[in-house]
């Protein structure tokens, strides 16, 4: 009974797994020992692996070789122009400043600068030289539609093409500009180059113009007030002498005051003599005489220092002439010549201003000097084949690579 009981359990025990020699893999249970696992099978070609091929011919392949294509079999030549200049003041000082060696012979103007800058990518300068040459025709290019200007003629349409084909480089710190034109035609490219000095030349010529009318302008106008301002004071100071009578009423306050110390040394010869008389005969009649001289001398000096000092209009006064007091007169007359001193000076000031104005509008002038005059190319730069080539390139894989990368993320989330 014990050996049926010990077979049992020996069947009911599992058998232990086999350690392969080397430190191979467990055989899995039930193999048969020593047993070597098959090996994986080799990879299929799946549809997603299709697909993604058929996506990267058709997103980045076709496209670069169409680019390519196009670049190298239909795109016509560009060739470049570049003319440089810079907007230059020459102002020549004075003979004092000249003199005084402190003279500045030449200079730059960075906001003159600045507005060409803007001037030669605006509207109005194609404008101009659409005006003076034919644009559109040395812009239109049959067979190629992408970098000529094509039907569309509008000065708008001209204008966007134009951003393309005319680069402007400014050094802000020298101020130098620099202008470079593309063209399908040597020649073309020069011709547009030159056109487009000339046309900065004239803006500037019209900014120095505009600049000079303006200083010249200002001037006139402030002379032109200070001489009515003049005209006026002197009216009102002839006025006054034709009201008065009075050339000038200091003048004539000296002459009164020249009376009145005539008077006052009469006054003291009559008190003299009087005080002589009394002293040799007090009874003598002469000294009635003299008494009555003297309250006459007194009278007058006393009229005439009431003149020279008491209101108009008072009772028992004495005025001057036209009925006024020579103080009121005097008054009047010192704020005239105030007036009339403040307007001369104003006038003199508004003149030297008007003639500095012109000095310098004649003798400051900006030009336009170019350092480089328009090239005339002999090979053709332009349209950077390889480097347009690469950069499409780069785009297609890049954008296909990003696309990719989204779907097997998508595809692993499910």
């Known amino acids: 009974m014990n050996a049926p009981r010990a077979a049992k359990a020996g069947a009911a025990k599992p058998a232990p797994s086999v350690q392969p020699a080397g430190g191979g893999a467990a055989q899995p249970p039930g193999a ?3 047993a070597i696992r098959p090996p994986a099978q080799p990879a299929r070609v799946q549809r997603r692996h299709v697909l993604l091929a058929l996506s990267f011919l058709l997103w980045v392949v076709g496209p670069a070789l169409f680019c390519a294509f196009y670049l190298f079999a239909i795109a016509h030549d560009q060739y470049a122009s570049r003319v440089g200049f810079s907007v230059r003041t020459e102002e020549v000082g004075s003979a ?3 003199l005084g ?17 803007e001037f030669i990518q605006s509207q109005q300068m194609v404008r101009g030289l659409a005006e003076e040459l034919p644009l559109r025709e040395m812009y239109s290019v049959d067979g190629d ?15 966007r093409y134009w951003q393309q084909m005319v680069k402007v480089f400014y050094d802000r710190g020298s101020g130098l500009i620099e202008v470079r034109v593309l063209a399908f035609d040597p020649e073309d490219a020069q011709t547009v180059a030159a056109a487009i000095y000339d046309q900065s030349s004239q803006m500037i010529n019209q900014l120095s113009t505009i600049a000079r009318a303006d200083a010249m302008r200002y001037a006139e106008e402030e002379l032109e007030r200070a001489e009515d301002r003049l005209r006026e004071a002197r009216q009102a100071t002839t006025a006054f002498r034709n009201r008065t009578g009075i050339i000038d009423p200091q003048a004539d306050i000296q002459g009164q005051m020249g009376v009145v110390n005539a008077l006052q040394q009469q006054l003291a010869e009559a008190l003299v003599e009087r005080a002589t008389l009394l002293e040799s005969n007090s009874s003598d009649p002469r000294v009635a005489d003299i008494d009555r001289r003297i309250r006459a001398i007194r009278g ?5 220092r009431s003149q020279l000092g008491q209101e108009s209009g008072a009772e028992g006064t004495q005025t001057g002439p036209n009925g006024q007091s020579y103080s009121g007169l005097l008054e009047e007359y010192e704020a005239l010549q105030a007036d009339l001193e403040f307007a001369e ?10 003639d500095g104005a012109l000095a310098e509008a004649q003798r400051q002038s900006r030009y336009l000097a170019s350092y480089v005059q328009p090239t005339l190319a002999e090979t053709p730069e332009f349209p950077r084949r390889w480097v347009l080539l690469g950069m499409v390139a780069g785009f297609l894989f890049i954008t296909w690579v990003i696309g990719t990368m989204i779907y097997y993320s998508l595809r692993d989330r499910r």
């Open 32 to 34: 048969a020992p020593g």
């Open 96 to 98: 004092v400043e000249l």
């Open 101 to 117: 060696g402190i003279t500045e012979l030449s200079g730059s103007s960075s906001s003159d600068t600045d507005i060409l800058y």
């Open 145 to 159: 539609p992408y970098f000529t200007l094509g039907e569309d003629a509008r000065i708008e349409a001209l204008w």
């Open 300 to 304: 007058q000096i006393a009229d005439e």
């Open 345 to 354: 000076q104003a006038y003199l000031s508004s003149r030297a201003a008007r």
